[in-house]
């Protein structure tokens, strides 16, 4: 009885713990004084991190990913933890047994992410809220342990560090998380336009 305990208050450090953490990192990118370290790549040198941690931190889970490597400008270790998060949320929010789908491509000026899961759906009053600091799902619909409610607001704030968006398309049992950032050339035009 006293090892069960013992593993209760470990399991809750680890929670507290990561909270933190979590918090010093929205903290960080929040910082007016923060710049992303933005350069030149091909999205798809995103593919093999990201499937990497998926099979250590979930291992048994099927994660399919298909990036069109177009190249993207952008802060590659940001992109990479924004595109994870969103795989995170589809793991723990996913029907048992269902895969989770990544896949980029683009679509008119925008090079796009997207994360897939099949799931209960999402209301347009959630959808509102869902990028909000703290806010958490309904427990009752999530697999196993959920999260702080901060992954998603980390998501939202890298893509407004980047001059992008965030968008959530919830129907006929799939839930498709996205993040849009203008293409290579654009986002050079952008950034040397006067003011």
């Given at each position: 009885r006293v090892q069960r305990y013992c593993d209760i208050m470990l399991e809750?450090?680890?929670?507290?713990?990561?909270?933190?953490?979590?918090?010093?990192?929205?903290?960080?990118?929040?910082?007016?004084?923060?710049?992303?370290?933005?350069?030149?790549?091909?999205a798809d040198n995103l593919k093999g991190r990201i499937l990497s941690k998926a099979e250590n931190e979930f291992p048994g889970e099927n994660v399919i990913i298909d990036m069109y490597p177009a190249e993207i400008y952008a802060d590659i270790s940001l992109m990479e933890r924004a595109v994870y998060n969103y795989v995170t949320n589809a793991i723990k929010h996913k029907t048992e047994?269902?895969?989770?789908?990544?896949?980029?491509?683009?679509?008119?000026?925008?090079?796009?992410?997207?994360?897939?899961?099949?799931?209960?759906?999402?209301?347009?009053?959630?959808?509102?809220v869902l990028w909000d600091v703290f806010y958490k799902r309904d427990q009752?619909?999530?697999?196993?342990?959920?999260?702080?409610?901060?992954?998603?607001?980390?998501?939202?704030?890298?893509?407004?560090?980047?001059?992008?968006?965030?968008?959530?398309?919830?129907?006929?049992?799939?839930?498709?998380?996205?993040?849009k950032i203008l293409l290579f050339i654009l986002a050079i035009f952008f950034v040397y336009l006067p003011e």
């Open positions: 809750e450090c680890d929670v507290i713990n990561n909270l933190v953490q979590e918090m010093l990192y929205m903290s960080k990118l929040e910082d007016e004084t923060f710049e992303c370290k933005k350069e030149l790549f091909k047994g269902t895969s989770v789908e990544i896949k980029g491509y683009i679509q008119e000026d925008k090079y796009i992410f997207a994360v897939t899961n099949e799931g209960a759906e999402i209301s347009p009053e959630e959808k509102d009752s619909r999530t697999r196993g342990e959920g999260g702080h409610g901060i992954g998603l607001a980390i998501v939202k704030r890298i893509a407004d560090l980047h001059g992008g968006e965030v968008d959530l398309l919830s129907e006929n049992g799939r839930n498709t998380f996205f993040i």
